[in-house]
């Protein structure tokens, strides 16, 4: 039909604008090393801000003792204890708790959301018992996982520069959220203090590489994206006087501003601008789970119009921002029944209409583009990471067993991005290689690696 012939079309130029071949992929690798080299030299000399995270003592398996954990980066908080044994034992016990924020909190003040949150915590304190044991006349050590941009000024203190993902707490910003949470927890009578201040990146390569040694990089993919890694401190020339050259350190690349050579199409460019925050992120928003399915969508939505995909109407829900979500496009990728009837019941759920088997393989290659997209290019990013460590140190990077820890829930859900991404490290680094480069999920997340923190940066030696 008319209406399948002008969508095909529709798609076809979308396949050519957001392809991703080899080249494309070695420029955005090469572009990535280059820009991280750039930030490392001085402070806004680059798109990646490479933070320092303050982390020069990593985990060794030694840690004895009960450390909790407090992880902040969206709607939810979760708290976490876990009574480490040391070399032999190692984690002895853990326990969690999930507690979700009131919205009217995340509209409130600085000292209304931090008391919620040490309260929260005051209460889960309370329950520490069996396994768990504090030596008498201690203070409850934290590792405090904070996802929103901060300004670190050491382990143990960072700077709010703004609040994101929908929170506009009032008098937060320009402060040390860790003082924030430390005086809350006084006022809520709460004996326990923040050790270590953490992103999330931080956090699940510090829990990964307690597990195992080869792990020098971590990737968050999830709403947003962040990827984190081992570097030496004599190789960071913003940093003064070093302490020791030969020391390592954690830096955070803050790589989703990464946007050097991205394959666009019309339809990220509509959305950057229609965006609150226009021109920034842009790697972020071809890669990571908050855009997939926005970006699906804009190319659905120009297809109901352009070419009446879904009739003579626009579906109105098609037309709302983010209507179609990430998981909405895996659970269409996931279809493989022969009428695809699930993509049919999904279509049916966003544009409110019946469709024929034609229309349904059109969303499918659309849903397929953008993920494609999206799983090669983060695939190129972490080879540009992996490249810059094994330019500075031969050998140790490709020449052995080097472990990428993986975390996000794009990246635990989305087998075929899951699939893309491993497919273009790959056919980056060649067979020989890609044999040594180990790209696998994190089981602990970032939560364990925070009280590892904790416990390595201990008042209590
Ligand atoms: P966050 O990044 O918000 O801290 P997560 O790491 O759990 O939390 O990631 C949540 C994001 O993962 C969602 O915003 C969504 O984009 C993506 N996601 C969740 N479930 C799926 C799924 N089934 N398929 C694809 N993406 C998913």
């Known amino acids: 039909s008319n209406a399948v012939s002008g969508a095909a079309s529709i798609l076809t130029k979308l396949q050519r604008d957001c392809a991703t071949p080899l080249p ?32 020069d003592a990593l985990p060794t398996g030694n840690e004895k003792g009960l450390f909790y954990a ?18 032999d034992e190692r984690v002895i016990a853990t326990e969690f708790e999930q507690v979700s924020i009131p ?20 209460k889960f304190a309370l329950k520490e018992a069996g396994k768990f044991h504090l030596p008498k006349g ?12 901060v300004k670190q000024t050491s382990i143990d203190s960072g ?35 923040v050790s270590a201040l953490v992103n999330d990146a931080v956090g699940t390569l510090a829990g990964a590489q307690y597990w195992d040694d080869d792990v020098m990089v971590a990737v968050i993919l999830g709403t947003g994206t962040n990827a984190c890694y081992v570097e030496c401190v004599g ?13 390592k350190t954690i830096v955070s690349t803050e790589w989703g501003a990464f946007s050097n050579g991205l394959p666009l ?66 659970a269409i990728q996931q279809d493989s029944s022969k009428e695809f009837e699930h993509v049919g019941s999904i279509l049916y759920d966003v544009a409110g209409e019946n469709s024929n088997l ?48 993986m975390d996000g829930g794009l990246y635990e859900h989305y087998p075929q991005y899951r699939k893309y991404l491993q497919d273009a490290v790959t056919e980056l680094l060649g067979p020989d290689i890609s044999k040594n480069i180990v790209i696998e999920h994190s089981k602990d997340g970032s939560g364990i690696g925070a009280a590892l923190l904790a416990a390595t940066n201990s008042m209590y030696p």
Not at 44 to 55: E, Q, R
Not at 78 to 83: A, E, H, M, P, S
Not at 107 to 117: A, H, R
Not at 235 to 247: G, V
């Open 159 to 193: 700077i709010l520069i703004k609040w994101t993902k929908g929170f506009a707490v009032s008098g937060t910003a320009g402060k040390d959220v860790v003082a924030c949470l430390n005086e809350a927890m006084i006022r809520q009578g709460l004996n326990m203090r």
């Open 24 to 55: 494309v992929l070695r420029h955005v690798a090469d572009a990535m090393t280059a820009d991280m080299r750039a930030g490392l030299q001085a402070d806004g000399g680059s798109d990646l801000k490479m933070i320092l995270s303050y982390v």
């Open 103 to 122: 919205q009217d909190l995340m509209f409130g003040t600085s000292e209304e959301l931090f008391d919620f949150i040490a309260s929260g915590l005051a």
């Open 265 to 330: 199409s019309e339809f990220d460019r509509e959305m950057d601008s229609e965006s609150i925050n226009p021109g920034e992120q842009i790697f972020e928003k071809t890669i990571s789970g908050m855009y997939l399915g926005e970006i699906a969508r804009r190319v659905l939505l120009r297809m109901a119009k352009d070419a009446r995909l879904f009739g003579d109407s626009v579906p109105e829900k098609l037309q709302m921002p983010f209507s179609l979500r990430t998981p909405d496009i895996c």
């Open 358 to 405: 034609s229309v349904r393989k059109i969303v499918i290659d659309v849903c397929d583009t953008i993920a494609k997209r999206g799983g090669r290019l983060a695939g190129a990013g972490i080879v540009g990471i992996l490249q810059k460590m094994e330019e500075d140190s031969k050998g140790v990077v490709f020449g052995k067993r080097t472990v990428v820890a």
């Open 138 to 149: 201690r203070t409850r050590e934290l590792g405090f996982t904070f996802s929103f941009p």
């Open 235 to 247: 190789a960071i020339p913003k940093l003064n006087s070093p302490p020791s050259t030969s020391a």
């Open 70 to 87: 407090l992880d902040l980066g969206g709607t939810n908080f979760r708290v976490l204890r876990v009574q480490l044994g040391g070399k």
